[in-house]
Each structure stands twice: as structure tokens, then as C-alpha cells.
């Protein structure tokens, strides 16, 4: 098992365009939730996934959406990007059979916006 | 609103010496806390919960709720325990953490 993979490794975009970040959870997790780690600070949770719902969202804006797929995988998709999204997304699988509370986390996804 | 506050970004020790990261947190009510670590090159992953009480790779963290703490603690820092702590809090049923911004560790031989 690879654990949580997530792709790409590294992307560059221009202010005002639109990403999409993927990610698939450890093999037997159903649950997926999002973190922006900006430069020096801590993971802020952006939202989790659970039977393809958005089940809880942190404080950020409409222009950040997901989705989960049937398989459990998962995309985030940032709109109008702008400088201040530059950071790295992690993405993070649990199983909710298991209690949920351990989460499992992927490389992340390095996004820098010019 | 839930917090966590590391107030050392960085905390340097030599091969040997007792190690302890600070943690506060800010919660009405009954918080779970954990302990978060990234080693170089690696990804982020869990080192212990305090529900658990146990000790992993020789840390312990035990929960102060009347100094709403939770420091982890090592009696003889090793050099591979240089990383990244993070503190983090989740209410209860929640599991989603809030992470504080971590502290860098390094163990010097």
C-alpha cells in the first residue's frame, strides 16, 4: 500500500486561474479532508469528504470546492487563484469504521501562484 | 474558538539532553490532543494522542487540563529525533485537528 499519494508533486500558475489537486486515501479509508500549510505555519483544514459530501468546512472562501469520487478519491479545486494561495496542500484519508481520528497524510502539493 | 499555541519555533539541544516541547491550547470543554512529527523528507504523521497514554520512540505527553497543556516530553534527545512538532486539538467527534504551527527540533551529536 502506498498510503495517501497526491498529484502533482509541484505546480506553477498565474493569479486568477484555476487549479485542480488530486488525491487518492490509503487503501480501506472512506474519509478525506483537506489542509493549506502555509510557509512557517501549521496545516489549516480546509474541508473533509465523506460519501462523496462535503461533511465540515474550515474558514475558507466558495473559491476553494471539492469533490470525492466513488472510489474515495478526491480533487480540490482552487478558482481566481490568488498570491496568498501559494502553500502546500496536503490531503489526509482515515478510516470513519475506525473511529476516524488517526489521519493519514500525503506528500502534498507545492502550489506557488505568480 | 479552538487554539493551540507552540510558543518556540525552534528548540536546539545536544545528543542526550531531556527534551520537552511546549503545548497550549484553548478549548471550552473536553479536547483530544496529539502530537504530529515530519522528518526530513518524510511526510507528516502521527506520534502519539493522549487518550492513548502511551510512550512512542520514548516521548510522552501528558494532558494538564488546569494549565491546559500539553508539553511532550523525551528524557535523552536522540539525533533522529530532529523534525518537525506539531500540536494539534480536535474536539470531541469532530477529528478534524487544529494544528499549531509547529516547532523545529534538532538533536546535535
Known amino acids: 500500500d502506498a498510503g495517501v499519494t497526491q498529484s502533482p508533486t509541484h505546480l506553477i500558475k498565474t493569479r486568477g486561474q484555476q487549479v485542480t489537486l488530486r488525491c487518492s486515501p490509503k487503501s480501506g479509508h472512506d474519509t478525506v479532508s483537506w489542509y493549506q500549510q502555509a510557509l512557517g505555519q501549521g496545516p489549516q483544514f480546509i474541508f473533509q469528504y465523506y460519501e462523496e459530501e462535503e461533511r465540515q468546512r474550515g474558514n475558507f472562501p466558495d473559491r476553494f470546492s471539492g469533490h470525492q469520487f466513488p472510489n474515495y478519491s478526491s480533487e480540490l479545486n482552487v478558482n481566481a487563484l490568488l498570491l496568498g494561495d501559494s502553500a502546500l496542500y496536503l490531503c489526509?484519508?482515515?478510516?470513519?469504521?475506525?473511529?476516524?481520528?488517526?489521519?493519514?497524510f500525503g506528500p502534498g502539493t507545492r502550489l506557488t501562484v505568480l | 474558538a479552538q487554539r493551540v499555541t507552540q510558543p518556540e519555533k525552534l528548540l536546539s539541544v545536544f545528543k542526550g539532553a531531556p527534551v520537552e516541547l511546549k503545548c497550549n491550547y484553548s478549548?471550552?470543554?473536553?479536547?483530544?490532543l496529539f502530537w504530529y512529527v515530519q522528518y526530513s523528507r518524510q511526510r507528516l504523521q502521527l506520534l502519539l494522542r493522549?487518550?492513548s497514554r502511551e510512550s512512542i520512540k520514548g516521548f510522552t505527553a501528558d494532558l494538564n487540563k488546569g494549565e491546559t497543556s500539553f508539553h511532550l516530553k523525551k528524557p535523552f534527545a536522540q539525533e533522529e529525533d530532529s523534525a518537525m512538532y506539531y500540536c494539534?486539538?480536535?474536539?470531541?467527534?469532530?477529528?478534524?485537528?487544529?494544528f499549531g504551527r509547529g516547532t523545529s527540533l534538532i538533536v546535535h551529536p
Open positions: 489526509a484519508s482515515s478510516d470513519s469504521g475506525a473511529g476516524g481520528n488517526e489521519q493519514f
Open positions: 493522549h487518550i
Open positions: 494539534a486539538l480536535s474536539g470531541p467527534g469532530s477529528y478534524i485537528p487544529t
Open positions: 478549548y471550552s470543554g473536553s479536547p483530544e
